[in-house]
């Protein structure tokens, strides 16, 4: 046998080996029950992230924990089951995703308005007749009798009165009217096409708009995320690759890429448990070279709790919640949840918060599933 022939089948296992353990690396996967869009990378690698032009609040996953919070006048409360629109308010998300800067025309793309009843817009019921006149459009010149919800309400209030007159008119001789709320009467035979100019007008112009659910505005649950006035995207582009999982036999972990935008993203474990994935760089080349995320430990927030919320609502939960990233924004929070050493998955999962105007809770609504990643799976880290 020639020296070239056996140095050949002398490599061959090598070789086979070294193809095997690249594919069991390039085979690494995350999996989730959103749509999804792929990005590649400048290592080659491909990144699974949620497809946000097809995901919309009544299309995520249910939250798995119900419960109920009741602190200096702010009352709210969530069912297992539910999906983030049954349980977020516009208030909740005005910051992350500009809600209130829609109007019902913006949301439903000027689709047949026929088809909203006046009934699924809470928001509108809680609006008194005077309301409506200073928001929306030339109502208040246009003749009561034509504006038929309202004629409803008005006759129905004060039968006598004669309506064929503009709205304004009738209001300043009948002044009682004008405290009025369109939810008296029975909106299901209403559309709103019924009012004219109705879905021209932004929704921050209701009074009470912080307060309406995203369920609650006729076609917003529909709305993919990334269509908000202000889109949900990525919040930079960094992306670790998952070098290890760690279960809870873990102790005290320093060098940390979680945490809270009360605390930082970067808080120690100082606990007994401290499971955790541990980071690499996606290049995977080794001690020779070493990157900003190598070693570095995203911290199960299952098991830790750092700081959060802020002003009135911030000793909801104790001030506590799951430690973890804010790779899109703030509309909602990432946190490891259950490495499975066994396994070498481990779960992830979004926490979601409250808001008024003097403060927010913790994130701590939730667990609601998100990615499911493997051992060499790349994630993304985001800013």
Known sequence: MKISQFIILKLIPIILASIAIYSSSSSAQSQTNLPTRTLPSEEG????????????FNQMPAIQNGGSIKVNGFSRAWNAGDTPDKYLTLGDIDEALKPQLFSIRNITNEKNLKNFSLESFLLLGEQTVENLVEVIPNLGQTNAAKILPIATLLKTESPQININTSLTKLLSQNPTLRNLKLNQIDLSTYTISDIPNLDAVRLSNFKGWENALVKDIPGLSDVPLASFPLPLAELGNKVARIDFIWGTAEKRRQRTVSGSDVAGFSVPCQGEDCPHIELDDLENSGRNIRGKFEGSSW?????????????????????????????????????VMEPDEKTDTVDTALFFRFKNACGATPYFIGPVPFFTYEVNAPIFIGD
């Open 299 to 335: 911290i199960s927030g299952k098991y830790q709790k750092v700081e959060g919320g802020w002003g009135c609502l911030k000793s909801v939960n104790g001030g506590k919640e799951p430690t973890g990233r804010l790779p899109y924004g703030s509309a909602f929070k990432v946190a």
């Open 45 to 56: 690698n491909f990144i699974l992230l949620p497809d946000w032009q097809r995901i919309s």
